[in-house]
């Protein structure tokens, strides 16, 4: 290509234009959960569970 | 374009790692230099017996079978034979090493139904878990060439401190069901691959090295006519963006790259995305924090610029497929630099992100496939275009939109690239725009998505949507009311939170 970002400020003298560009996290295929179950809550984060390197992205 | 349903069954199998005297053979005579070698000492080896037999008192009948068998048999049918043999290696492993090799064919016979890469059985910490691995073949076998690399990478770094063990045993199940659910949930997605130019000198021992890290995890490096010059890393299509994304982290932490520069990462989509595939490239180049400058191919007369069209048939991964490519060119690595800016440590995983969801509204705008599910998801896309376009229109660069970029020699559409990034640089507000539209069709596509598959897994006959904390403002309606609604509030910058689904209702959580 191409269009290659710059580097990094300071150390190599360009600017940057704004925020990081940030993504809302995926929007999962929703899983099914009881009929009469509780209305859903925004989960809260929790620890990874043990021999896991990666959040389930 | 064409496309083809393919059963999500068993694909590009490798076969068992190599064993027994046809894989000591292969091994052997694996590249020139080996065979040669192995050839030489053979040779020399036969004429000794050969003399031998003929300077002592050796029973003429022995002197025949050495003279008329042996002699010939090693000096050319067994190079023959084991050249022949290594042809059937697979790539990967043939660039392994000869230390590794060797010790993956020690092991091969105890490993007879290594899922895996099979230089896979060169990482210690898989090594020692083989016989649990291969217990659980059956459900790595169905997986992409991607998926079973990245695979890899997930069971190295789980297993790394554990003893074999019901523990060890649990955490392979759950690394192999984690990677399926990746899979899994990019059904719908055109496949994705990557190339990852490390940039080595192909001839250098540090190329030597990560051509031997790489093929542990069954990635092939190559150094020829690709974009950029120096040593490129293949990574193998898979069906999800998190698969590759997990995989581009796994080799950049096992040292494949010098720190202190961005890799170059061309991203692959399966499908003949057309000239329109130009918009992903050009809405994450502008929504983009950085400043950004234009460097061109360093292959003359290349008609690589933001997009490129795949030269190659694209290997088949499960699910549909196509039987053309379309390459991104716009995308950087950036966890390799020291004091990248926070943000941008994972980039790759937006860029690819977002350059397979919304590949899947384009080619269902370009009419493939067809059905209703296609349907929507290109009235997607035509909101994702228009929005784009009339931003670029906005602030004065619509021609650099509508410029045509497939196929064009990068010299000719370079000019249109830096007006782009140009009004970017002094207009924070493009960025601020581009992100939007892209979000926007981000989110929809992905809702979108999942709702068809909600529907086709059973009746969906209502939407609950609303904010969490604020019970009152959740509503309910029937499907085409609720997303119209949702849509709206996407539209208008809002984000989905969460999604779930009770019964026939599904429910769509937003901020506020």
């Known amino acids: 290509m191409a269009a290659k970002v710059a580097p990094p400020p300071e150390r190599f003298g360009v600017t940057r234009t704004g925020e990081p560009d940030r993504l809302a996290p995926p929007i ?3 899983a099914e959960v009881p009929e009469h179950a509780p209305a859903p809550v925004t989960p809260e984060r929790t620890a990874v569970p043990a021999g896991r390197r990666h959040a389930d992205r | 374009m064409q496309q083809e349903p393919r059963a999500p069954e068993r694909v590009y199998p490798t076969g068992p790692p190599p064993r027994g005297i046809a894989g000591l053979l292969a091994i052997l005579f694996n ?15 036969c004429l000794a017996a050969w003399v031998e037999s003929l300077v002592l008192e050796v029973p003429a009948a022995a002197k025949l079978v050495i003279a008329a068998g042996l002699l010939p048999g090693a000096t050319l049918a067994l190079p023959v034979v084991g050249v022949l043999l290594a042809q059937r290696l697979t790539p990967d492993f043939r660039q392994l090493g000869g230390p590794a090799q060797m010790g993956v064919w020690r092991r091969a016979g105890r490993a007879r139904a290594w899922p895996l890469p099979h230089g896979a059985l060169a990482l210690p910490a898989l090594r020692l878990h083989a016989a649990a691995i291969c217990a659980q073949a059956g459900r790595v076998e169905t997986l992409s060439r991607g998926a079973r690399a990245a695979l890899t990478a997930e069971l190295a770094a789980a297993l790394a401190s554990l003893e074999p063990g019901p523990a060890a045993e649990a955490v392979i199940t759950e690394c192999i069901a984690r990677v399926r659910r990746w899979e899994e949930q990019a059904a719908g997605l055109p496949p994705v691959g990557a190339k990852l130019y490390v940039r080595h000198d192909p001839l250098s021992l540090r190329a030597e090295q990560v051509r031997r890290i790489a093929a542990r995890y069954g990635v092939v490096a190559d150094r020829l006519n690709y974009f950029w010059n120096g040593q490129v890393l293949l990574v193998p299509p898979a069906c999800s963006y998190r698969t590759i994304a997990v995989l581009i982290d796994a080799l950049t932490a096992a040292g494949v790259a010098n720190s202190g520069r961005p890799l170059p990462l061309q991203i692959t989509v399966q499908g003949a995305l057309g000239d329109d595939a130009k918009l992903i490239a050009i809405a994450q180049l502008l929504a983009s924090g950085m400043d ?11 008609e690589g610029n933001l997009i490129a069209r795949g030269k190659f048939t694209p290997e ?6 196509g039987r053309t490519r379309t390459d991104f060119l716009y995308s950087l690595v950036w966890s390799v630099v020291p004091d990248v800016p ?20 384009l080619l269902a705008a370009r009419g493939a496939p067809a059905g209703p599910h296609a349907q929507r998801l290109a009235a997607r896309w035509h909101e994702f275009a228009q929005g784009i376009t009339a931003l670029c229109a906005e602030w004065g660069v619509a021609d650099a939109v509508r410029a045509t970029y497939l196929g064009t020699p ?3 559409v370079r000019p249109s690239i830096e007006r782009l990034l140009a009004a970017k640089a002094v207009a924070p507000q493009l960025a601020r725009g581009a992100r939007r539209e892209r979000d926007a069709a981000l989110a929809m596509v992905e809702l979108q998505m999942a709702v068809d598959r909600v529907r086709s897994s059973g009746g969906l006959r209502r939407v609950r949507f609303g904010s969490p904390g604020y019970p009152a403002g959740v509503r309910v309606r029937n499907v085409r009311v609720g997303l119209r609604a949702v849509r709206r509030a996407i539209r208008d910058g809002r984000r989905v939170t969460m999604v779930s689904r009770a019964g026939d209702t599904l429910t769509v959580m937003l901020d506020r």
């Open chain 2, 342 to 361: 926070e943000g941008y440590a994972d980039q790759h995983h937006g860029d690819l992100r977002v350059t397979q969801t919304l590949s899947a509204a």
């Open chain 2, 292 to 302: 950004l400058r234009v460097e061109g191919p360093e292959r003359r007369g290349d």
């Open chain 2, 31 to 45: 590249d020139a230099g080996r065979a040669t070698g192995s050839a030489s000492v053979l040779t020399v080896l």
């Open chain 2, 410 to 412: 990068f010299a000719e």
């Open chain 1, 28 to 30: 999962a295929v929703p």
């Open chain 2, 316 to 321: 088949p991964v499960g699910g549909v497929v």
